[in-house]
């Protein structure tokens, strides 16, 4: 038997620590966005404006400052729908097993689009 | 050894649309939040596609720019600007409510209909820039 109160056990536990994670950095990735997401929309809109051919798209690219944003775009975006998409299948969907199964797909799958988006960036950047 | 908890058989959340629950403009504004979400969410798959057809070199970007560039492409890069902008202005009215501001039912009511109206003037913009400039 144990002497040591339950109140012991659960300090530093669990949402003792981590409770407010989650909806903290769902809101940070958020304030992050703004200004990139709004960068890259009218970005993508003046490239469309000038006809969007393969060269010019590609010299945008890999210009070193467009390549940064586009990176830290690409990793503020999948982060945060990573988050986002995390809610809702934990709000949404029943059954445990299919839950965790959806939770770990969309975590793999986000990453992957991540390092994929981030390699074809720095493939360009580097080239 | 699989026993069912009595949470494991409680109608879970949507289950009340409809039969229940009357619909109002702060709560239908909320849903398109979720919605424009997971949108955006299959709209960074096709980004990163985009990008990897760039690095790939000219026949790859021809072929992605080929649906782009066809109807149901413009009309879905359409639906993702404004997806886009109204997650991004309604992301922004979430953030107030966070700090504790505007959460008053007419204050509610008309940021909702301000960032209706924001994330469409964004949308335009975005486009008229891209085909008129």
């Not at chain 1, 445990?96 to 950047?125: M, Y």
């Not at chain 2, 890069?77 to 902008?85: P, S």
């Not at chain 2, 009215?93 to 909702?112: P, V």
């Amino acid at each position: 038997m144990s002497l040591r109160s339950p109140l012991s056990r659960a300090r530093g536990l669990g949402s003792a620590k981590h409770g407010v994670h989650h909806f903290w950095v769902q809101r940070v990735s958020a304030v992050a966005l703004i200004p990139l997401a709004l960068w890259f929309v009218f970005s993508v809109a003046l490239l469309a404006a000038k006809g969007g051919s393969f060269d010019a798209v590609r010299y945008w690219a890999s210009y070193p400052s467009v390549a940064v944003t586009l990176v830290l775009f690409l990793a503020a975006a999948a982060y945060h729908s990573a988050l986002g998409v995390q809610v809702v299948i934990e709000d949404y969907v029943a059954g445990e097993g299919w839950k965790i199964a959806l939770l770990v797909f969309s975590k793999f799958t986000h990453l992957l689009i991540a390092v994929a988006g981030i390699f074809a960036v720095l493939k360009l950047a580097l080239a | 050894m699989t026993t069912k908890s009595p949470a494991d058989s409680r109608p879970l959340s949507p289950f009340m649309l409809g039969s229940y629950y009357r619909f109002q403009w702060t709560s239908v504004l909320s849903f398109a939040h979720r919605l424009t979400g997971l949108g955006l969410s299959l709209g960074s798959a096709l980004l990163a596609v985009w990008l990897i057809a760039l690095a790939g070199g000219p026949q790859w970007y021809g072929a992605v720019a080929a649906h782009v560039q066809a109807w149901y492409g413009q009309v879905l890069l359409f639906a993702w600007t404004f997806a886009l902008m109204y997650h991004l202005c309604n992301g922004i009215r979430h953030l107030f409510w966070d700090i504790g501001r505007g959460f008053e039912l007419k204050t509610a009511q008309y940021s909702g209909y301000a960032v209706v109206v924001v994330s469409l003037l964004l949308t335009a913009a975005a486009w008229a820039l891209a085909c008129f400039r």
